[in-house]
């Protein structure tokens, strides 16, 4: 989803757990394993787990999360 998107652009982790989910009622039983999946991505570098532009675990409760590619250096 994210590859499809411009390079800085972020997303929703709900955006994921809805395109996952059969209908509408049931993308948030899609969140708890769309949030484990980011966190182990965040830890291997392929991805990036932010809240308020600041990194951090996507597992941690406090609030919205947003998932992004890491940047190229």
Do not use: F, N
Not at 14 to 23: F, K, P, Q
Not at 44 to 68: E, H, N
């Amino acid at each position: 989803m994210l590859a499809a998107r411009d390079t800085d652009a972020t997303l929703c982790p709900s955006e994921v757990a809805r395109a996952l989910a059969t209908d509408d009622g049931t993308w948030r039983l899609w969140m708890p394993r769309v949030r484990q999946v980011a966190q182990a991505l965040a830890e291997t570098k392929r991805l990036v787990v932010t809240r308020g532009g600041v990194p951090v675990d996507a597992l941690a409760g406090g609030g919205p999360i947003r998932l992004g590619l890491p940047r190229k250096t």
